[in-house]
Structures are given as structure tokens and as C-alpha cells.
């Protein structure tokens, strides 16, 4: 299995930019596609964007394309996520998740091991 840690989150500004961290250890993590969701106060936890185990083909939510970018590294055992011109509506805690296989899925059922999160707090 896999354990993963994120890091990054902290409290920003409207307008500014974050980016997040996510590294694995236990077994290869080029294994692995790998995702990141967000849960805030009283929703249901929600996809944000998903890359494959290469990284050459990513997928983004309709509210992160084009503000957030995926990527990783691994030969660091790393995932990113760059998070620009943050609005208070991203306020959530942001979780990485990692699937055992190569593609990119969207359902949240469909990941085998979650992080603990990390909060991203946006002021207006």
C-alpha cells in the first residue's frame, strides 16, 4: 500500500496563489494515478483534478480548469497541485488520493488511499 502526506495548505488572500504538496511512500508510486479532492464545512467531498501515472494526461474539475494545474514527480514521490487566483469558494480542506492503475478516474470510490488533508483558507 501506499501512505500519503499533503502539505502547502495556510490562509491566502483573494487573488493569490497556493500550491500543495502530496508525497507518497510504501510501494512505487509511478504505480499509481493519483488525484486531488477538496471537502468544505457541510458539502460532500468534490473532485478537483487527476493525473495519470506518467503524468502526461491530466483532468481538472469545471472550477479548476484553468485557475489550478496537476503535476508530479516521480522520482521525488510527489504530486502538486498549483493553485492560482484563489477565490473564497476554494476554501476547503484539499486531500490527495491515489488509485492502483495508470488511468485517471473522477469518482472518489474509485481511489484506494486518501491522505489526512490539508486546509486552504481563502479571505475575501
Known amino acids: 500500500q501506499v501512505q500519503l502526506v499533503e502539505s502547502g495548505g495556510g490562509l491566502v488572500q483573494n487573488g493569490d496563489s497556493l500550491r500543495l504538496s502530496c508525497t507518497a511512500s510504501g510501494r512505487t508510486f509511478s504505480d499509481y494515478a493519483m488525484g486531488w479532492f477538496r471537502q468544505a464545512p457541510g458539502k460532500e467531498r468534490e473532485f478537483v483534478a487527476a493525473?495519470?501515472?506518467?503524468?502526461?494526461?491530466?483532468y481538472y474539475a469545471d472550477s479548476a480548469e484553468g485557475r489550478f494545474t496537476i503535476s508530479r514527480d516521480n522520482a521525488k514521490n510527489t504530486m502538486y497541485l498549483e493553485m492560482n487566483t484563489l477565490k473564497p469558494e476554494d476554501t476547503a480542506v484539499y486531500y490527495c488520493?491515489?488509485?492502483?492503475?495508470?488511468?485517471?478516474?473522477?469518482?472518489?470510490?474509485?481511489?484506494?488511499?486518501w491522505g489526512q488533508g490539508t486546509q486552504v483558507t481563502v479571505s475575501s
Open positions: 493525473i495519470t501515472w506518467s503524468g502526461a494526461t491530466t
Open positions: 488520493a491515489a488509485r492502483e492503475g495508470r488511468f485517471i478516474v473522477v469518482a472518489r470510490s474509485e481511489y484506494d488511499y
